[in-house]
């Protein structure tokens, strides 16, 4: 039996970073953070950890990252003071597990 040499394969020419590709992803549109992983590439626990830096980085340049709070789906609480921008658990009202996601942007 003759062996056939792997070809080795070219990665893709990226020109941005994960962070300028999420900030160009979120002027143009609202998304959560599972779209915006779907969108970029990369996990959902990675997009929310640099979020929490593009928060700053957007701040600096007279901009703003809008967010959405977390809704319950069931009785309609708002995570209106929540800092964490992770989707939460339950809710602390029903104890529903039925939680839409926050919703994040760029102004």
Sequence with gaps: MKIKPKVPSIP?????????????????????????SAEVGIPEKEV?????????????????????????????????????LNKPGKCPICRSQQIQAPLFSIS
């Design 48 to 84: 929310v950890d640099h979020l929490g830096h593009i928060r700053i980085a957007v701040r600096k340049s007279k901009g703003r990252l809008m967010i959405i709070p977390a809704e319950c789906k069931k009785c309609g609480f708002k995570f209106k003071k929540r800092e964490r």
């Design 12 to 36: 893709q020419e990226k020109h941005d970073t994960f962070r300028q590709e999420i900030i160009s992803v979120l002027t143009r549109q609202t998304l959560s953070a599972r779209e915006i």
